[in-house]
């Protein structure tokens, strides 16, 4: 019973580590983008210039969202004085 209560506590902070990272992909999306169209209308960027900084922001969203693969539930700290005070107050 514990086990799928732990794949449930691991599904829930996935899934909201999950929607903190869309957020952060998103802004850093639509922020090149509007940096890179003002730049453009400006005159102080160019096309092929522009469009290297696109595609290295898309690495950096692709990579920002490959931080995903290694999320691990944090576990609590144990201290293990106070786990053994408990034990010899049960005793």
């Known amino acids: ?10 599904a829930f902070g996935l ?3 999950t929607v903190l990272n869309t957020k952060e ?5 639509v922020g090149t983008v509007a940096f890179l169209l003002i730049g453009l209308i400006a005159g102080y960027i160019y096309m092929a ?3 290297l900084v696109h595609e290295a922001s898309i ?3 692709i990579f920002n969202a490959m931080r995903l693969i290694h999320y691990q539930i944090k576990s609590p ?3 293990l004085d106070q786990v053994a005070n408990q034990q ?3 005793s």
């Open 25 to 29: 992909n998103i802004v850093i999306a």
């Open 77 to 79: 700290k144990i201290d």
């Open 88 to 90: 010899v107050k049960l």
């Open 49 to 51: 210039s522009g469009m």
């Open 1 to 10: 019973m514990s086990s799928s209560f732990n794949e449930l506590v691991h």
């Open 59 to 61: 690495l950096v969203v």
């Open 15 to 17: 899934a909201k580590k």
